[in-house]
């Protein structure tokens, strides 16, 4: 049975879609008080939900709109941005009323709310739902969106990347055989996308081939942090001194208040005052200072990395810069004048269109689930671990690398896996998946909620390093077991790995000393 509801998890807002068989359209759902009405600027609305779940001191919870509705959004029970510290494995915690909390927690209750809410407004039977994720989110970012659909009681669910979403958002403004490329510069994360509509059709219709693709953390709320140390820098002071990080909540909400209104207008202000002491913050910034700052910052140079990575990924594939026939601007950054006037430049007034910035992904996530295909390719390499004999340090052998389409018809690779030890009866398979070396922006300071929920600045962010490389099968290892057991250095396993339509890796096994398989495609790990 097909799917007909898409959730986008965003870090501002989070937008849920449903399928209309009839009409073969989908519409955004207005969940109870959850959601509010949002133009988009181009002749619709929308229903969107912020991201905000508020833990009040009766243990009740509140949920989007009315945590806003209630005048709660800066509170230090409220959590905001929470998909962002997901992904970067904030360990930060807040206690209330004897409880501790973290942003995976938050998180968590926040989507169950919300997709089980769902599920009960267009009684949802046994159907499968769509959730999106980042185009490079990792692993352990998908397994942790996996737990909550199946709290929710979502027995049947598909993740999907964020840009490959809103392609299948867009179809509906795209000619078969022509090229077209997705671009999302949302909350969180900017994700792009270079797609082929194909005119050849199966028995869903139309589908898409991905191209190339490429992502990096930089969004919306990266804006607002470098907004929120620029005030620092204008007004003297910094965030640890007392009367200002009581009103830090409220300056990054204005922050990013202001950095909307620089969208339409050439100048605003940002004005907070802390009641208690009378400590008044106070910013004027013009939307060519605004530029300023994101160059300063090198927004716009990791803005074109990150596009020229799609394009040298679809020129691969033999498809050239000049062969894109329109550039779709997705996601709230994308109203920003000087981001559209880059664009432009690249690829001329013509090509570029800002359409459904808000809801193409989550209304491209429902037809992916009503049954609007893809062929797509993995994005991030993947290597086993070993241990370099003479230098006893770990090293990685590549398995699967980025850019392989799935699913596979034959197998991928194939290693000989040999003991360490003489008498070794257990040999572990250690996946790793490696991300790419540019899908962090890298940014001098990182702004962090302590525990009484202020914001703080960290000069010192996580390590390029411990993003970029995740072990996948830490939790769940696979073992092949040696019967009799192996001697040191003599090949004893050869082990082949393909993948599935799904995107699992799937491995086999055959002992070469007794010559029996002992694993046949055997699902070792989901792949992004």
């Known amino acids: 049975m097909a799917g007909r509801l898409g959730i986008d998890f965003g870090t501002s807002n989070t937008v849920v879609t449903v399928w209309n068989e009839a009409s073969g359209t989908c519409n955004s759902l207005q969940l109870n008080d959850y959601a509010r009405l949002q133009e988009t600027g181009t002749g619709h609305s929308i229903y969107l939900i912020p991201s905000l779940i508020h833990f009040s001191t009766d243990y009740r919870e509140l949920y989007g709109n009315q ?19 997901i992904s970067r494995r904030s ?17 968590r209750r926040f989507l169950v709310e919300i997709l089980t809410t769902a599920a009960k407004v267009i009684q949802l039977q046994d159907e499968e739902v769509a959730l999106t994720l980042p185009v490079e989110a990792y692993e352990d970012y998908a397994n942790w969106l996996t737990t909550v659909a199946q709290e929710a009681g979502m027995p049947r ?14 179809q509906s403004d795209m000619e078969p055989d022509d090229v077209y490329m997705i671009f999302d510069f949302g909350g969180g994360t900017l994700d792009v996308c270079v797609v082929l509509l194909n005119a050849e059709s199966d028995h869903h219709g139309q589908h898409c081939r991905v191209l190339g693709k ?28 007392e009367d200002v990080a009581e009103i830090s909540r409220l300056i990054l909400t204005e922050c990013e208040a202001l950095k909307e209104r620089l969208s339409f207008e050439q100048s605003a202000e940002l004005s907070v005052m802390n009641p208690l002491t009378g400590r008044l913050l106070y910013m004027e910034m013009t939307r060519e200072e605004l530029d300023t700052l994101l160059d300063n910052n090198d927004a716009f140079s990791h803005i074109d990395k990150t596009i020229r990575r799609a394009l040298n990924a679809a020129r691969e594939r033999g498809f050239e810069d000049d062969a894109i026939k329109k550039v779709f601007m997705v996601g709230g950054c994308s109203q920003i004048p000087s981001v559209q006037k880059m664009l432009r430049r690249i690829f001329g007034n013509d090509r570029v269109q800002v359409k459904s910035p808000l809801d193409a992904v989550a209304r491209g996530a429902c037809a992916y689930v ?26 990685y052998r590549p398995l699967v690398k980025r850019g392989t389409p799935y699913p596979s018809r034959n197998a991928i690779t194939s290693i000989t896996i040999k003991p360490a030890f003489d008498g070794q009866e257990k040999l572990g398979l250690p996946i790793f998946e490696i991300g790419s070396e540019n899908s962090f922006a890298r940014p001098r300071f990182e702004l962090l909620f302590d525990e009484d929920g202020a914001a ?23 073992f092949l077991n040696a019967d009799p057991p192996g001697k040191r250095g003599e090949g004893r396993f050869r082990v082949s790995f393909s993948i599935d339509g799904n995107r699992r890796l799937l491995i086999t096994a055959v002992d070469l000393i007794t010559g029996q398989t002992i694993l ?9």
């Open 67 to 85: 945590v806003i509705q209630n005048n709660l959004h800066n509170s230090n029970r409220t959590f905001q941005w929470m998909k962002r510290y």
């Open 91 to 107: 360990p930060v915690e807040r206690s209330f009323d004897g409880r501790r909390l973290n942003y995976f927690d938050a998180g």
């Open 157 to 170: 669910f598909r993740l999907l990347d964020e840009s490959s979403a809103a392609a299948l958002g867009y």
């Open 214 to 241: 490429a992502g990096i953390e930089l969004g919306g709320t990266t804006l607002d942090e470098w907004l929120f140390i620029e005030v620092m820098r204008r007004n003297e002071c910094t965030a640890e001194e």
């Open 370 to 395: 009503a049954g609007k295909g893809f062929r797509d390719f993995i994005q991030h390499d993947y290597a086993i671990r070993y241990v370099n004999g003479p230098s006893g340090k770990y090293e």
């Open 456 to 478: 703080r600045i960290n000069s010192t962010p996580v390590a390029q390093s411990d993003l970029s490389r995740y072990w996948i099968n830490e939790t769940s290892p696979t």
């Open 520 to 528: 046949k495609d055997y699902p070792a790990a989901k792949l992004t």
